[in-house]
C-alpha cells in the first residue's frame, strides 16, 4: 500500500508526519453510530452484519483526517464461537451465560474453524477493503488469550478477577490448558483475517495490567508469543506487522520488548519518553481518552504538542517510531469536534516540530 504513514511508521520508513488513529474510533461517541446500531438491534446483531460492520468502521474515516482504520467487531466473538453463549447487557456489558468453570467445560470447547465460524468477520473485511480509501490501511485483531480467559471464567467484566486468579494459584496446569486452546483459535483466526486483506493486526491484552509480573509472564507473555509464532509459521509468505497493546503493561516494557512484534501499545500511566529508553519498537498512544470528553481545543492541542515534544525529546529529535493513539478506547462521552481537534493538531504539529 503507497502513501501511507501509518504503515512507513510500523515498517520503520521514514514518515512525512505522525499517523494516528484511535482505538474504538466506531462507536457510541458518533450520532451516525448510533443510528446504525439502532437499526442492527443490538450490539451483536452489528458486529455479525458485514454491511453495517463496514458502514460503522466507515464512519470516522469519513469524519476524520485517520491513518488507519480498525475493523468494527468485538474481542469476544473468539469464545462465542469456541461454545460460550455470549450476550450483552445494557449498563452491565458483555455476559457468558456458560462461563468455563472445570475441565469438563474446557474438554468441551469447540475447535474453531474461522472462515466458517467466523465468516462473517471476514466479509466484513473484504467489504472493507473495497470500501476504504486507497492510502487507509485495516486493521484486524482479537484479544489475549489471558483476556480471553477472564471473561471466559469469570462470565463478564470483573472487578478483581477471582475467578481466574483462583486457577492462577490453584489450577495452573488448567489454565494453562485453557490458554492454550485460546492461543491456537485467536493465531488460526488473525491468520484467516491476513488471508482476508487487513494489512495488520492487533493484540489487545487488555486485562494483562491486572497480573504480578511474574503471572504476567507465564499466564499472559507466553501466549501472546506462541500466537505471533503460529502466525508466522502459517504463513511465511505475509509480511504482516503487529500490534500488541497490555493496558497497564508499561511496568513490564522489559518483557514486552522480547515479543516478535513490531509495535508495543502503550497506555497513558507510561510517559512514552521512558518507554522510548526501554524498548527499540514503534511505540502506539497514549493520550489519556478523559480528556475528549472534558478538555478544550486549547488544552487538546497543548496536550498533544507535550505527548509529541517529549517523545521527541527522547528519540535523538525525531518524531520517528511513534504512532499516536489513545491509551486505551474511546469513550461513548467524546465530543466528535474534540477527536477533529485531535487528529488535525497531531498532524499540524507533527509537521513543523
Known sequence: MKNSNFLNVLSKNNTTYTPIWLMRQA???LPEYRNTREKAGSFLSLCKNPELA???TLQPIR???LDASIMFSDILVVPEAMGLDLY???GEGPKFANPIKNSLDIDMLKTVIPEIDLAYVMSTIRNLKQELPNNIPLIGFSGSPWTLACYMLEGGASKNY???KAWVYSEPKLLHLLLDKISIAVADYLVCQIKSGVDTIMLFDSWGGVLTPATFKEFSLQYLEKILQRIKLSLPEYNVPSIVFTKGGGVWLDQLNTLSCDAL???WTCDLSTARGKTNKVLQGNLDPVILSVADFNTIRATVKSILTKYQDANNGSLDG???NLGHGILPTAKPENVEC???AVHEYSLHL
Open 27 to 29: 462507536g457510541r461517541y
Open 54 to 56: 463496514t458502514e460503522v
Open 63 to 65: 469524519r476524520f483526517q
Open 88 to 90: 450483552f447487557t445494557d
Open 162 to 164: 477471582e475467578k481466574i
Open 265 to 267: 501499545g502503550i497506555d
Open 322 to 324: 511513534h504512532i499516536f
Open 342 to 344: 485531535l487528529v488535525d
